[in-house]
Structures are given as C-alpha cells and as structure tokens.
C-alpha cells in the first residue's frame, strides 16, 4: 500500500482514501476483490453492502493497512484511523475509562492528556457514570459506545467499521445509527461503513456502494439525498422507501 502525506489544499472535499483497481487473490488462490475503484473525501459517509464473502471486510482491512492488495493501488491519505470491528473488543479486566484510554496509551500519550480526551469521548458517547464499570457490567450496545469512545480519542480524520451494530437488536441499533450521525456530524470524520442491512446503509450515508458476489466488484452507487443529520422519522418516508428498495434490486442484480 503506498501513502501519501496530508496536505492543507482543497481541506474540506480531500480524498482521505482511495482505491484504483484494486484485486486481492489469497494464497489459497480465492480471488475476494477484482478492480475495485473506490474513494472516500472528508465529510462522506460512504456505506458498502454486499452479499456475505463479497469481500467487504477484506475491503476495509486493505483500507486499514492490515492486508495488501494483490493488484492495483489503495492509497490512504491520512494515518488518524479509527477502527471499529464487529465485537467490541474491550479487555474484560479493564474499566470503561481504561478501555477508552487504551489507544492513547499505546500511543505513548502522557497520561493527564489520554485522561482528559478519554473523559471527552466518554461524554461525547453517553457514556458518563460508567466510567469505572467493567466491560460484563454493560449492555451490548454500551460496550460499543466505549469501543467508539476509544477511537475517538485517536480524533480519527477516517472511521472504518466493519458491522460494528450487526448483532445488537434493532431499537440499540437504530439508537446507535442516530448516535454515530449526531458524531459524524460533530467531529467531521470521513466513514467507511459495512452492513448487510440496507436500511441503515441509507440512513447512515450521504453514499451507499453495492458489490456483487465474489469475487466483489462495485456494481453500482447511489448518492443520499437526504440532509444531515438525518430526522429519525425519515425512516418512514415514501422517498427512503423507494431508495432502500432501488438498492435492494442492485444487491439482488448484483448476486445473480
């Protein structure tokens, strides 16, 4: 993967991630990405749904520098990286406050500085008066505030998650869509979002790209029309509707 460094010009539309041809064959000859192209410029939330093994997850961890491609050129332009995965991936023997503040210690932050940006993050998630809980003390959807928390103290310029909602059920999770708008448009972070679910692929986005099956190809785009942040009863509209359906029809087109 090559990286290029920030730069100041054009701050507000810079492409913080790019893939231009992209293919990833696995040793075992599976090819998961054939000539994908793909940006993400700041101030997007860009959503990627997909029949199961399109390769989505495999997607995000070329993003994140965890693989390689095969082929073709992902270039990220930015090394604030937030990273939220399926599970929460809290150590069960550390507080709330200790998880959020886990990252910033990795990172060698003084310890007054990640105290102070975990009790920020923390707040920023709901999350104050849990603090010294531990992680089986929380709801699920709780122990994924903290994970959000514990990247936010990075100040990500670029979120990456990988159906970070997938297993919560759908009042925690539709609670959490509206709380991950209500951050994004906080802190102008750029998303990369995986779902199976396409609902929340319109309701997160201001772009939902749809793959086909393996090996996952971008089968089309679709810009959402609607404003942030979004209303939650937008959810109900004729309009949101008929763009989950549009969407809907390309996943199925996509899959044949």
Request: net charge negative; hydrophobic share 40%.
């Amino acid at each position: 993967m090559s990286t290029v460094a920030p730069t100041d010009a054009a701050i507000d539309t810079k492409t913080l991630l790019s893939f231009r041809d992209v293919e990833m064959t696995f040793p075992g000859g599976t090819v998961a990405l054939r000539g994908v192209d793909l940006t993400v410029k700041r101030g997007e939330f860009v959503t990627v749904v997909g029949p199961s093994g399109c390769g989505k997850s495999t997607l995000l961890r070329i993003a994140s520098g965890l693989e390689t491609a095969s082929d073709g050129e992902a270039v990220m332009s930015t090394d604030r990286i937030g990273y939220v995965f399926q599970d929460a991936t809290l150590l069960p023997w550390r507080t709330v406050r200790e998880n959020v503040e886990l990252l910033a210690e990795l990172n060698e932050q003084p310890k007054a500085v990640r105290r102070k940006k975990a009790g920020e993050t923390i707040e920023l998630v709901g999350l104050t008066g849990f603090e010294s809980h531990l992680p089986r003390q929380l709801s699920g959807g709780m122990r994924m505030r903290a994970s959000l928390a514990r990247s936010l103290t990075l100040e990500p310029e670029l979120f990456l998650f990988d159906e970070p909602f997938g297993a919560l059920d759908e009042i925690t999770r539709e609670s959490l869509n509206d709380e991950l708008i209500r951050l994004f448009t906080e802190t102008h972070f750029a998303g990369l979002f995986i779902t199976h679910s396409v609902s929340e692929a319109v309701y997160l986005s201001t772009k939902v790209v749809v793959m086909s099956g393996r090996p996952g190809r971008i089968v089309d785009q679709f810009e959402v029309p609607f404003d942030m942040p979004r209303d939650p009863e937008i959810r109900y509209t004729g309009e949101f509707a008929r763009l989950v359906g549009e969407i809907s029809h390309a996943l199925r087109e996509g899959h044949h």
